[in-house]
């Protein structure tokens, strides 16, 4: 079945470490998004790629990094300078261009927390 | 800026029963507004989509309404279920050069107790 599968599930991290979040979509999507959620508030972009070897900020895009070196891989890497980085991770996929209107097909998330 | 508020911020109803959940929005260039649904700990799911000309659309007990007039949009749950219990966002997106810029709300979680 076609779909992103988001990896680890669950993350515990030390302070001061960095961790990288797998993201892998089989859905021939051209766009892939990471989205942090946190209780009480609605998805924030923190970056986006829109085609393979490019990606632009988001709106919370300080203290973390991504790479698409390959159509179907966003991994995102949360650094140590990333301040409050306990949350829930969505990553996301559509296609480009605006086919299917801009539906945004998530993965199951994976939860960071900072100990 | 563009926003999505939702209201109410949480529900809670019985079994069976029927609820009602509201969007507001100042999106523009308004191109549809999508309903997702999310269970605790999982990924959001989109239940409908709307677009401008639409007023009404129906997804099992799930109705979605659109005033593109007023700017709101409501999603009626009928006969609700154990398995309702989630929180349900509202996204509007945008158009921006043959793309979609999507503004999420903060959703509405909703507790069916049976």
């Known amino acids: 079945d076609g779909g992103i599968t988001q990896s680890p599930k669950y993350l515990f991290r030390k302070e001061g470490q960095n961790v990288t979040l797998s993201c892998e979509q089989n859905?021939?999507?051209?766009?892939m998004y990471w989205y942090r959620q946190d209780p009480g508030q609605g998805l924030r972009l923190i970056y986006y790629?829109?085609?393979?070897?490019?990606?632009q900020k988001g709106d919370i895009a300080e203290g973390y990094s991504v790479s698409r070196e390959k159509k179907e891989s966003f991994p995102l890497t949360v650094t140590s300078a990333q301040k409050n980085p306990t949350a829930f991770y969505l990553c996301?996929?559509?296609?480009?261009?605006?086919?299917?209107?801009?539906?945004?097909?998530f993965g199951e998330g994976s939860r960071l927390t900072v100990l | 800026k563009n926003q999505v508020e939702q209201s109410p911020q949480s529900l809670i109803i019985l079994e069976g029963k029927n609820c009602t959940l509201q969007?507001?929005?100042?999106?523009?260039?308004?191109?549809?507004l999508r309903w997702y649904k999310q269970d605790t700990g999982r990924g959001p799911v989109s239940l409908t989509i709307?677009?401008?000309?639409?007023n009404t659309k129906s997804n099992g007990r799930y109705t979605a309404t659109l005033d593109a007039d007023t700017k709101q949009s409501s999603l009626h749950i009928t006969a609700s279920q154990l398995s309702d219990s989630a929180s349900y966002i509202c996204?509007?997106?945008?158009?921006?050069?043959?793309?979609?810029?999507?503004?999420f709300g903060r959703g509405t979680s909703l507790i069916v107790h049976p």
């Open positions: 709307m677009t401008f000309s639409e």
């Open positions: 859905l021939n999507h051209d766009a």
């Open positions: 969007c507001n929005y100042t999106v523009s260039p308004f191109s549809n």
């Open positions: 790629s829109q085609i393979v070897n490019d990606f």
């Open positions: 996204v509007v997106s945008a158009a921006s050069g043959g793309s979609y810029i999507p503004t």
């Open positions: 996301a996929s559509n296609r480009r261009g605006g086919g299917d209107t801009g539906e945004l097909f």
